[in-house]
Nanobody
Framework: VQLQASGGGLVQAGGSLRLSCAASGTILSINPPSVMGWYRQAPGKQRELVASITSAGRINYADSVKDRFTISRDGARNTVYLQMDSLTPEDTAVYYC????WGTGRIVWGQGTQVTVSS
């Protein structure tokens, strides 16, 4: 399985971006991931969870992005989206998508996409 993240870029504070994470691989048709999510890592900081969504549609957000970011999942396309609104400079980071198969120890990471928010 491979994850291809896209949609990052430079945006002014208050603006919006939409990230996409497309998963590919034959295993997906018979064993989709239990949960897919977005993490981010700012310079000098640890990687942190931004949002996640399970195969059943259960969603979790970091407190810092609640009411501003929206995660969604297109099961037919094995793609996860992160709509980011009201961006602030504190959202500047490299954003990574992630797929996790619970109970197997299998975790796959995408390559990361840079999001830069200017003040």
């Amino acid at each position: 399985v491979q994850l291809q993240a896209s949609g990052g870029g430079l945006v002014q504070a208050g603006g919006s971006l939409r990230l996409s994470c497309a998963a590919s691989g034959t295993i997906l048709s018979i064993n989709p991931p239990s949960v897919m999510g977005w993490y981010r890592q700012a310079p000098g900081k640890q990687r942190e969870l931004v949002a996640s969504i399970t195969s059943a549609g259960r969603i979790n957000y970091a407190d810092s992005v609640k009411d501003r970011f929206t995660i969604s999942r297109d099961g037919a396309r094995n793609t996860v989206y992160l709509q980011m609104d009201s961006l602030t400079p504190e959202d500047t980071a490299v954003y990574y998508c992630n797929a996790n198969w619970w109970g197997t120890g299998r975790i796959v990471w995408g390559q990361g996409t840079q999001v830069t928010v200017s003040s």
